[in-house]
Nanobody, 126 residues
């Protein structure tokens, strides 16, 4: 059974930083791309960032480019999202997700991902 467990969310002031972690188990982690999504109250789930199975390629939503960095540690089945220069509009529940695919990183629809964590709340105060 595949499990994804996020941690690291919290309350931070605008301009601050947080690092989200996601621990994966139940499938060969290094065979699949991984992604982060977020969902704000009253809005749909939106793509944030994705990383290739090998860790050699990443892709970001335009609004987080230059502020967020996705990374992975295949030896320990972990994926991370370093978030800097946080803004109030980054407030959301953040979800870790395991893709159905490896390879190219421009698969960013939620339907491209078949396993999801429970989410971790990130709140950015102004």
């Amino acid at each position: 059974q595949v499990q994804l467990v996020e941690s690291g969310g919290g309350l931070v002031q605008a301009g601050g930083s947080l690092r989200l972690s996601c621990a994966a188990s139940g499938r060969t982690f290094s065979n699949y791309n991984m992604g982060w999504f977020r969902q704000a109250p009253g809005k749909g789930r939106e793509f944030v960032a994705t990383i290739r199975s090998t860790g050699t390629s990443t892709y970001y939503q335009d609004s987080v480019k230059g502020r967020f960095t996705i990374s992975r540690d295949n030896a320990n089945n972990m994926v991370y999202l370093q978030m800097n220069s946080l803004k109030p509009e980054d407030t959301a529940v953040y979800y870790c997700a395991s893709s159905r695919y490896s390879g190219r990183t421009n698969r960013i629809a939620p339907s491209d991902y078949d396993y999801w964590g429970q989410g971790t709340q990130v709140t950015v105060s102004s």
